[in-house]
């Protein structure tokens, strides 16, 4: 991505030998998971540490530790030296531990200001006029400007994840913690990120940050530090950063991850690196295109932007990726194509056929299929067995239901099948699908959706928050649905994965499609481009 | 307004039909022991305002449950209940809070009580029956128009919407026993029904065949919900909204459907009652089944089946607790007191039972789990 | 066509409107605190009856009013701990618990009531009245409107205060973030279940003096079941009122004008049937939630509980 690394004279900024912040044997178990495993850290002040690490490696429990939301079960952490216990979010932040979470956390309803005020105001009286000079010093100090009387939710994100910033400084902290900070950001959002921290840093500020991604390890650690299923598998001090070429310090942090023995997981790796397109320009695409969408605007929803004129159309055997920041209208994009949400203007061709009218059910059955980013909120019911879960879209159908008559005897042995083809690792077909692992029930979610002959497939965030091994093979499936000729639409944040899987890239920049990149050696620059709005808009492909 | 609301399904664990919760034992504990330990409560509390409480429940079984008299009453009062719950059973099970089943059966009770000489004087019994069963379901059903509505639409929470218009029910109900359906008696009441023409009773019994029908509605409303794909969407509806709007169930349709489906048996309570036993109405009568068969359902964990037991105990305390609250001179609203307590301690041993069945200690830890130096 | 506008019809309207609506006054302001902090608390209704029956006993026993209100008010706070204990700390659902409190405290005051007075059923003497100088003297309304038991003066000013709370102290903000997010309330190192429990015994405490003001200033004695439905209009008005404490006041007038209706059209020499009074505040409810369906928003968070760490 478009991100610049800091430079050398970065890294060697003066230390104080007692580290701000220091974790000693921390363990954390929750029923049947070790989440946190001996682990030991230190951050020093003036240092972005930065950790890094898969979903589920066990970071942000490590954070919840160290903001007072769980308790460890063993292990000391020392705050300038001394052992303290940190039992509650305040005793963190008391004890100058400021946390930016994942998630932003501001409350949309509230003023910028009162989300600031709330937790830290003085008395009983909230004392406005002090908190707008606050918020005066702390914008300074960042080098941003934030309206103190904006309601949060109608901030860009990037403004957003300022405030949140500011909040966890608000009263004097040394630590700042940032979890996953650039997953909603733009490239340019990140660059500016950067230069935030680098401020930060430079006043002595220890800065701990959160990433799955290995390249923004390396740009923006002094030290790294590397989880991988809750124990700390490799360390990089500031010495190791200076003495290596990126390159080298790549090929460290790949190895601690996947170790080196495990030379398919490495090869898995390197399949997950852009490839290009070249896949994807190889295959026999039909000439008719499967799946259009014509002029359609449809209403704000879901604090997303509204959608404006939208035109795409995607042929059977190709994978139109669609790029943009989180709460552009990806998700209203997918829901009017499945029907969930109804379109204002402009029409939805299926085949050549209009299908505006249809409902839900009705576009399933034609073979148009939405395999939805949430999972668990509306995917599948959590409550219910697996196989129950696999045949949610075709209650009252045959060979599952005949006459209104549930076959469990049909169901039970249409599940043990789809197990099998779609890899679901699960005690029995009558396990609870809550209580399967997120891969796990993607799996599920795809076995759901991809049998019975589709012929669109549209994918919302269709890797987000799972396991190396499930990317690769979510990926390996969706390129053989292409090749089958299937028309696949892939929603996504994941520039590196749309680079990878789609044929085209539309953008999508509050509720427009800004461009239409075509895959190819300059594809990610170009497309980030679109998203940041510098370069003009293409001519739709 | 979205209803962020629970689902009533949330509040007990309404295991999907193809699993099986724990054993036997762990059902008794927590279908009976809310009632035991509401049972042993109230004892207390009749001692403390001075009444025996050995001899209070001994009265409620002896007229409730062995005198045989006392034993058909109960039966026959288990009709209105059993249907009643069945009413709340379909709503509940799609995540729809109706709890404004008073107005609902007031409402259904009145028309059928009010229109029920002059149907029953042109057209033969059985005809007429049928009849108004139909309009009992047919107004009960209306009642719910308006909350479903709002539900659908705007997702305005049915909680608010169903009590609001319970005593709005409540209040025309009345006013058609004072106006319209008065009949000549000189108290406000609807005309009666001449006896042989209500509801057959079973041979060498008191007990109306409305029994058998609320038997059998408790049984289709079994069949519907572990059998059919009608069932399957209402339960996925209840289950996660957002998901059955997903899959492609028509979400807006269903809740009304459900709605009109629940009010309707509320209605069928209403005339199962005024055809099988009163044979007319009097102005101000409430016998207020609704919140009072709420425990019973979830008891029965929104099982059809199953809350025929719980009916049954319902309905024998119902009986023999207004001969037991008459001989210790209290009011028969006593009954109240027992069958909140029952809520009470089952929101309790659920929250117990579940937290064992996850290997957590009983009592939630507030100070423990400080980090070991 | 008997003449609407006589003095004594808009006395009787007006001046028995806020009076029989002050119970709802409190009820709902309670009620508006607890949801904006994210609790439903649907055991309102048994909240105020219970205030309603301590109060007018406390009363009874002491022959002061003071002594009965404040009785009324402990009461509800204590079955406020209810709510407090099983929803705001164990996670249980409040809309079960809630319908358990309502059933149990009818049937328990409805079975103390029998046991202690249902043979005297005694009465209250009428509460003593504060004439306010100047304002009771204007014409019209002024002698009716502005002498009125000290109670009724101090819940319009407690109103006001409420509304001060919400918007500008800390207390407030917190209380509106834990009905909003309350995990970003917990993050910022606010104890989401304090605040909560807070909200909730304040709406006890609440409900608990508008039920004994029913049963001491307004009735003059306790008889079951006297709240009659009033906790839910609560309910349906906090949910209007989204936060906004004087809208207490808006619901309680419309609610007590309803009430006072009857009278005051009896004066003027037309009858209706009691049903009719009874219906009319659920059925202007009713239209008014029709007509503003769109509007009524309840926090996001309301109704959930709030565990911390639970995964």
């Known amino acids: ?541 | 307004m979205t209803s962020p609301l629970t689902s009533p399904e949330a509040v007990v664990d309404v295991a999907p039909p193809t699993t099986r919760g724990a054993g036997l034992g762990d059902a008794l504990v927590r279908s009976l022991g809310p009632i035991v330990l509401a049972l042993i409560t109230c004892g207390a509390l009749l001692a403390i305002v001075g009444r025996d409480p050995v001899a209070f429940y001994s009265d409620i079984l002896q007229a409730g449950l062995v005198r045989p008299s006392g034993l058909q009453d109960s039966i026959t009062r288990m009709a209105p209940i059993l249907l009643v719950a069945a009413g709340m059973i379909v709503a509940f099970r799609a995540g729809m809070w109706n709890l404004g089943s008073d107005g609902q059966y007031l409402l259904a009770a009145a028309c059928v009580a009010g229109t029920a000489p002059n149907v029953l004087a042109a057209v033969p019994a059985p005809l007429g029956w049928l009849v108004l069963g139909l309009v009992g379901m047919a107004v009960g059903a209306s009642w719910t128009l308006v909350p479903a509505w709002l539900r659908a639409r705007y997702g305005l929470n049915e909680i608010v919407t169903t009590l609001m218009m319970s005593f709005v029910g409540t209040g025309l109900a009345n006013l058609l026993i004072k106006g319209p359906f008065d009949g000549p008696s000189t108290v406000p009441q609807t005309a009666v029904v001449d006896p042989s023409l209500l509801l057959f009773d079973l041979p060498g019994t008191r007990i109306h065949i409305g029994v058998i029908v609320a038997l059998i509605a408790v049984a289709a409303v079994y069949w519907v919900f572990s059998r059919t794909s009608f069932g399957m969407r209402i339960d996925v509806l209840g289950a996660n909204a957002r998901a059955a709007q997903h899959v492609g169930i028509r979400v807006s349709r269903l809740i009304i459907v459900t709605f009109l489906l629940s009010g309707a048996l509320m209605g069928l309570a209403a005339a199962v009652d005024m055809l099988g036993i009163f044979g007319y109405m009097r102005a101000d009568w409430n016998p207020a089944y609704g919140l009072k068969v709420v425990p019973l359902v979830f008891l029965a964990r929104l099982n059809a089946l199953a809350v025929i037991p719980f009916a049954a105990f319902f309905s024998v305390l119902s009986i023999g607790g207004e001969y037991a609250a008459r001989r210790a001179q209290l009011p028969s609203d006593f009954l109240l007191l027992v069958i909140g307590l029952v809520l009470t301690f089952m929101v309790v041993t659920q929250y117990l039972t579940d937290k064992r069945d996850r290997g957590e200690p009983i009592l939630p830890r507030r100070r423990a789990g400080m980090a070991r130096a | 066509m008997p003449d609407l506008f006589t003095s004594g019809f808009l006395t009787a309207l007006v001046v028995g409107g806020l009076v029989a609506g002050v119970p709802l006054l409190f009820a709902g302001l309670g009620e508006i605190i607890a949801e904006a902090s994210g609790v439903l608390n649907v055991g309102l209704e048994g909240m105020m009856l219970a205030g309603a029956f301590i109060g007018f006993v406390a009363t009874l026993l002491t022959q002061n009013v003071w002594f009965g209100l404040g009785a009324g008010a402990v009461a509800g706070l204590l079955l406020s701990l209810v709510m407090v204990l099983f929803c705001i700390r164990l996670g249980l659902d409040q809309i079960v618990v809630g319908v358990a409190i309502v059933l149990t405290v009818e049937g328990a005051t409805a079975v103390l009531h029998a046991t202690l007075y249902g043979e005297s059923y005694p009465r209250l003497d009428a509460a003593p009245r504060f004439a306010i100088p100047f304002l009771s003297d204007l014409p019209v309304l002024g002698g009716s409107l502005f002498t009125q038991p000290v109670i009724v003066y101090l819940g319009f000013i407690l109103v006001g205060v409420v509304a001060w709370v919400l918007r500008n102290t800390s207390v407030g903000l917190h209380l509106r973030a834990a009905g909003e997010q309350p995990a970003s309330l917990d993050a910022a190192g606010v104890d989401v279940v304090r605040i909560r429990s807070v909200a909730e015994m304040v709406c006890g405490a609440l409900a608990g003096l508008g039920g004994a003001y029913l049963a001491i200033v307004g009735a003059g004695t306790f008889v079951p079941f006297v709240t009659n439905g009033m906790g839910f209009i609560a309910i349906v008005i906090a949910m209007l009122a989204r936060g906004r404490a004087w809208w207490s006041v808006i619901g309680a007038f419309l609610f007590g004008m309803s009430l006072s209706l009857t009278t005051a059209l009896q004066l003027v020499g037309i009858d209706v049937p009691v049903d009719v009074v009874q219906m009319l505040p659920f059925v202007s409810v009713i239209v008014v939630l029709v007509i503003f369906a769109r509007d009524a928003r309840l926090p996001s968070a309301l109704g959930l509980p709030y565990l911390r760490g639970s995964r």
């Open chain 1, 1 to 541: 991505m478009g991100t610049t690394g800091p430079t050398i004279e970065d890294r060697s900024t003066p230390q104080t030998a007692t580290p701000a912040v220091e974790l000693i044997d921390i363990t954390k178990t929750f029923p049947g998971v070790v989440a946190n495993d001996r682990i030991s850290l230190a951050a020093m002040p003036g240092e972005v540490l930065c950790l890094l690490g898969e979903n589920g490696a066990g970071k942000s429990t490590l954070m919840s530790i160290l903001s007072g939301i769980y308790r460890p079960d063993e292990g000391r952490i020392l705050v300038d030296g001394r052992p303290v216990n940190i039992d509650s979010p305040r005793h963190g932040r008391d004890l100058g531990i400021g946390m930016v979470y994942q998630h932003l956390s501001l409350i949309p309803t509230l003023t910028v200001l009162e989300n600031l005020m709330m937790g830290s105001n003085p008395g009983l009286s909230l004392d406005r006029d002090g908190a707008r000079t606050r918020l005066g010093e702390l914008s300074e100090r960042l080098g941003v400007t934030v309206d103190p009387d904006a309601r949060a939710g109608s901030l860009a994100l990037g403004q957003q994840q300022q405030v949140e910033i500011i909040k966890a400084l608000w009263s004097g902290s040394r630590v700042l913690i940032l979890d996953e900070p650039t997953s909603m950001l733009t490239p340019q959002g990140i660059a500016e990120l950067q230069d935030v921290l680098r401020g930060l840093k430079r006043s002595g500020l220890a800065i701990i940050f959160i990433t799955h991604k290995l390249h923004e390890a390396v740009a923006i650690g002094d030290r790294v530090a590397i989880l991988k299923q809750g124990k700390v598998v490799g360390r990089l001090d500031p010495a190791d950063l200076a003495a290596m070429t990126p390159d080298e310090i790549q090929a460290r942090i790949v190895a601690a991850m996947f170790g080196s023995s495990a030379a398919t997981d490495v090869a898995d790796i390197a399949e997950l690196r852009p490839t290009s397109g070249v896949t994807a320009t190889a295959r026999d695409l039909s000439s008719k295109p499967l799946l259009e969408v014509v002029d359609v605007s449809a209403d704000a929803a879901g604090g997303e932007h509204a959608l404006a004129d939208i035109n795409l159309e995607v042929r059977g055997g190709e994978i139109l990726g669609v790029a943009g920041v989180d709460g552009s209208g990806q998700r209203t994009l997918a829901e009017v194509i499945a029907g969930q949400s109804r379109h204002v203007t402009g029409s939805i061709r299926l085949g050549g056929v209009t299908i505006d009218g249809l409902s839900i059910a009705e576009r399933q059955a034609l073979g148009l299929r939405y395999v939805t980013d949430d999972r668990l909120g509306e995917g599948v019911v959590s409550s219910y067995p697996l196989s129950l879960n696999l045949v949610l879209k075709r209650i009252g159908q045959p060979p599952f239901w005949r006459g209104g008559r549930v076959d469990r005897a049909q169901i039970r042995r249409s599940a043990v099948e789809s197990i099998r083809l779609f890899d679901i690792r699960t005690p029995s077909t009558e396990t609870r699908i809550g209580k399967l692992s997120g891969g796990n029930i993607q799996k599920a979610l795809l076995a759901r959706e991809l049998s019975f002959e589709p012929r669109v497939v549209v994918f919302n965030k269709p890797t987000h928050g799972l396991d190396v091994r499930t990317i690769v093979a979510v990926r390996e499936r969706i390129r053989a649905l292409a090749e089958e000729g299937v028309a696949i639409v892939v929603i996504s944040n994941d520039l590196d994965e749309l680079v990878d899987l789609s044929d085209r890239v539309a953008v999508l920049d509050a509720g427009r499609i800004t461009g239409v990149v075509p895959a190819g050696p300059e594809a990610e620059v170009r497309i980030g481009e679109l998203i940041v709005g510098v370069a003009p808009a293409q001519a739709v492909g």
